[in-house]
């Protein structure tokens, strides 16, 4: 059965802090992982990884895709209270509807 | 630019109410799903639709029905609500399977039942 595993489950930190999100998977006919934001509404899309090795990076935000181990990690540097969210991993097989999501990573980011 | 919308935002109901969320997306997308969000379970798969006028369960559709008369638009139906039905759930599209892209998801409705 396909499944997204993330850890930690929760995590508070400081401002300025770095950290680092976790998100294994096992998908069927494996296309891609997505990161994803969510506040108090709708998750936001951040990074989609196909390739293995390849950093996606936007401003303080990266991510990185493992394929052989089956993993991907979020990473966050100098960290912001605006930071502070639900971040969801999920990850898609090929021609296939399925999005399939973890149960996300609360982050919590103190002044 | 909407992207998807959601209707209503917010909606409390008696056990054995019956109402229709709304979702309709302007991006002319293929896909759209049906997903609810509880603490601690993620975004659980409803119903999804491949395209105009076809529908199809997903992981947790017992309670629930759907219908896509319009490409644009995915209603989710709850004939006779239940307790266990209050949760946030959220609408999403995508442009198809075989391409990667995204999901774009809406703002939620989050629904009480009393």
């Known amino acids: 059965e396909d499944k997204v595993v993330q850890s930690p489950l929760s995590l508070v930190v400081h401002e300025g802090d770095t950290v680092t999100l976790n998100c294994s998977y096992e998908?069927?006919?494996?296309?891609?992982l997505l990161w994803y934001k969510q506040e108090k509404k709708a998750p936001t899309f951040l990074f989609m990884l196909?390739?293995?090795?390849i950093e996606k990076k936007s401003g303080r935000l990266s991510s990185i895709l493992d394929k052989k181990e089956l993993f991907s990690i979020l990473n966050i540097t100098a960290t912001q209270t605006g930071d502070s969210a639900v971040y969801l991993c999920?990850?898609?097989?090929?021609?296939?509807?399925?999005?399939?999501f973890g149960t996300g990573t609360r982050l919590k980011v103190l002044a | 630019n909407a992207g998807v919308t959601q209707t209503p935002k917010f909606r409390v109901l008696k056990t054995g109410q019956s109402m229709t969320l709304l979702c309709a997306q302007d991006?002319?997308?293929?896909?759209m799903y049906w997903y609810r969000q509880d603490p601690g379970m993620g975004l659980r798969l409803i119903h999804y639709?491949?395209?105009?006028?076809?529908?199809a369960k997903g992981e947790v559709p017992d309670g629930y029905n759907v219908s896509r008369l319009k490409k644009q638009n995915f209603l989710l139906g709850l004939e006779s609500a239940a307790p266990s039905q209050t949760s946030v759930y959220f609408c999403?599209?995508?442009?198809?399977?075989?391409?990667?892209?995204?999901?774009?998801f809406g703002d939620g409705t989050r629904l009480s039942i009393l």
């Open positions: 639709s491949v395209g105009e006028g076809t529908t």
């Open positions: 196909t390739s293995s090795g």
């Open positions: 999920a990850g898609k097989g090929g021609g296939t509807y399925k999005y399939i």
């Open positions: 991006m002319n997308h293929e896909y």
């Open positions: 999403a599209s995508s442009r198809d399977a075989e391409s990667n892209q995204p999901q774009h």
């Open positions: 998908v069927t006919n494996f296309r891609s």
